[in-house]
């Protein structure tokens, strides 16, 4: 499956921002489907991630109640909703996919992912 990822940008502080993750070449519905992240200066890190009939979430402690992953299998696409943004927000953000089994929640480790798509930026300004 090929990932393509969109909708960042520059934004100020409480702001917010919507990013897309449109899949092709493979059966989507067999995905699981994560966002992570890249701040300048760190490691990449996880954010979300939504199990193939999106019935389970999880999030990373620091974007809870602020960040909300969704997907819409007829469209192929996985979003990511982002709310209160902060400065410490900003980076590079990825989606990835990875096949999923009947019972899969998600997943929140990197190396389960062996799709990726090419990273949209996400700025947000004090």
């Known amino acids: 499956v090929q990932l393509q990822a969109s909708g960042g940008g520059l934004v100020q502080a409480g702001g917010s921002l919507r990013l897309s993750c449109a899949a092709s070449g493979g059966s989507f519905r067999s995905y699981d489907m994560g966002w992570f992240r890249r701040a300048p200066g760190r490691e990449r890190e996880f954010v979300a991630t939504i199990n193939w009939s999106g019935g389970t979430t999880d999030y990373a402690d620091s974007v809870k109640g602020r960040f909300t992953i969704s997907r819409d299998n007829a469209k192929k696409t996985v979003y990511l909703q982002m709310n209160s943004l902060k400065p410490e927000d900003t980076g590079a953000y990825y989606c990835?996919?990875?096949?999923?089994?009947?019972?899969?929640?998600?997943?929140?480790?990197?190396?389960?992912?062996?799709?990726w798509g090419q990273g949209t930026l996400v700025t947000v300004s004090s």
């Open positions: 990835a996919a990875r096949k999923s089994a009947v019972y899969s929640r998600g997943s929140v480790y990197e190396a389960d992912y062996a799709h």
